[in-house]
């Protein structure tokens, strides 16, 4: 069992930058991939990002490529997403999840079988 806690969601301007963190509690999170993904109001969850279970690998979707970027601390149970050049189509709830299952190319909810609640990103004109 892993148990997730995300933080560091809050309002900004676009343009600007913010860096959510995922604090990873329970047994082996270092044995895990980790991902981020998105859900914005009357839409589907979207995949962001995922890194492999050393962090050798990542995995970033198209439409945050170049703007966000995914790292791991296993020393400190902790994955970040580093989110810069925000844009408003970027508001949405941010979910931390872990999974058994590495794609180079894709990562999808399904993967995952730990979730935590969630943390909202609001970007302003």
């Known amino acids: 069992q892993v148990q997730l806690v995300e933080s560091g969601g809050g309002l900004v301007q676009a343009g600007g930058s913010l860096r959510l963190s995922c604090a990873a509690s329970g047994r082996a999170f270092s044995t895990y991939t980790m991902g981020w993904f998105r859900q914005a109001p009357g839409k589907e969850r979207e995949s962001v990002a995922a890194?492999?279970?050393?962090?050798?690998?990542?995995f970033i979707a198209d439409s945050v490529k170049g703007r966000f970027t995914i790292s791991r601390d296993n020393a400190k149970n902790t994955v970040y997403l580093q989110m810069n050049s925000l844009k408003p189509e970027d508001t949405a709830v941010y979910y931390c999840?872990?999974?058994?299952?590495?794609?180079?190319?894709?990562?999808?909810?399904?993967?995952?079988?730990?979730w935590g609640k969630g943390t909202l990103v609001t970007v302003s004109l």
């Open positions: 999840a872990a999974g058994t299952t590495w794609r180079y190319n894709s990562v999808s909810p399904s993967d995952m079988n730990y």
């Open positions: 890194i492999s279970w050393r962090g050798g690998s990542t």
